[in-house]
């Protein structure tokens, strides 16, 4: 499940988004899970979870494992993650020096490098690597190589892939147990050699931890249950046989740390809920055996549990697993089985991201028509306001016209007409018009000539004038008079005694 399909789900460590991570563990006879929630940098364990089964036939087996872990779910409900961690006794580790730090080259070459080491071709292997430390100037880095057989793996794995479940982490506890290790007591293992031993009911692991650092790992195939295998109820000596059983156990974690120089052993898992057996350790050892009980991991640890949960050693190795703030965290021994669910995820991501391209492609047709379609509603209400206020200016002129642009060809003349007769007659204009036409008509002896206008058409710089006179001899006087008023200009002669003649005005008389 995702938030965002185009968002990580976290950022060096930080998670963008709530994360309800399932941890699965799976033994002979349990399904025991976690269930925690991430968010930011701190992590809560919600709840626990366990299944029992008794099946010894292979097939009976993953069909009551299968079984267990849809009714686990089913109880979950909403989830995100699931994690799943392998038995140590799955798994191979070896160091490597490598000639980079970049971890995605680091993962690259590892099938190469480890395939000499062991009895496996890249085929038959799933293998991946935290990094130990790093040498920056010299650009090397020192790696833990995590390997598993591939056969085994995906018989381990088969019961989660029946109910449709592709783990998004497969760790291992031997790797996870360090990591939780690390970061919970830092402080008691930075400056020595430690052995962290943990005891479980069918096998132990040995981890050597160099100053920090992840040194050496060994699962013993022994635990409690086969040291007290001898034990028979009502047995008179069974502290003494248990005793010896776990002396025999305590001897082999003695041979395998017999060459690494360690100085301290941290117990923890089952073993460190056994009374006395640290200081039995302790003894056989040759070393202060320092025990650490599960529940002091969400006391000290990087994650906390709400206010109900305890947290005892069956829970530890999915506890471990399901821890996200550390540094073996980016260890995954299915990035494989990804594959698929991330090319699943880049399909989503193609067509979600087409789909939204489309819609808002979409949308800002939509938007642009509906913005030509207002803007176009809007000009046609301007234009029908405008022809109503020039067709109330101009009624006479616009008559009979319903183009806009006819109207506004003709509105723009008859402005252009008016502004000449305004211009003709304003005081600010350097000819004086209407002196001139009264000098004129003062000059002319109206009523012998029998002179009637009829009218006056004034433009820019010239007089329509419209009248009639007597007869002919008055008609001759008349242009006689205006030409020697030398006010205006005839530009036709009038030929009968109604006439209409235009007048020019002289410019240069009234400069």
Known sequence: MSYNIFLPTQLDGY?????RIVSFQVTDFHVRAILSMAKGRSQTVL??????????????????????????????????????????SYVTTKKLNLPFTDPDKIRMVLPYEVEPLVPFSQDQIAVDAIINTKQQTEGQASVIAVVVPRAQLNAYLRPFMAQGIVPARIS??????????????ASSIKDKIVALIDVGNYETSVTVIDHGNFAYARTIPSGLRAASSNLAPNDADMGKELTEGLTELGQAIDITLRDHNVSESLLIGHGADIPSLDTLLSQILGMPCTPYKSSQFLQKGPASAIK????????????ATSVVQTETTSLNLGRSLLVPAQQKTITYQFFAGLIILVSILVGLLGVTLYQKARLNAQAYAMEQSAITKLQKLFPKQLKGRKRFSDIIQAAQFTVNREEGIVSA???HNRTPFLVYLQALFQSIDRVSLGLDVKRLKIDRDSVIFDGSVKGY?????LEK???SSGLFTLTNTPQETSFSVTLILNKELGE
């Open 15 to 19: 998670y963008l988004f709530k994360r």
């Open 47 to 88: 709840q626990q979870f366990e299944q029992t089964f008794e099946a010894v036939e292979k097939e009976s087996k993953d069909t009551m494992i299968a079984s267990a872990i849809d009714t686990i779910l089913q109880a979950v409900g909403k989830y995100d993650e699931v994690y799943v961690n392998l038995p140590s």
């Open 172 to 185: 291992t506890s031997i790797v996870d147990l360090f990591g939780l290790i690390k970061k919970t007591y």
């Open 308 to 319: 109900n949960i305890k947290l005892n050693s069956d829970y530890l190795h999915s506890f």
């Open 425 to 427: 007659v304003t005081q």
């Open 473 to 477: 001899p008055e008609l001759k006087i």
């Open 481 to 483: 008079e205006i030409n």
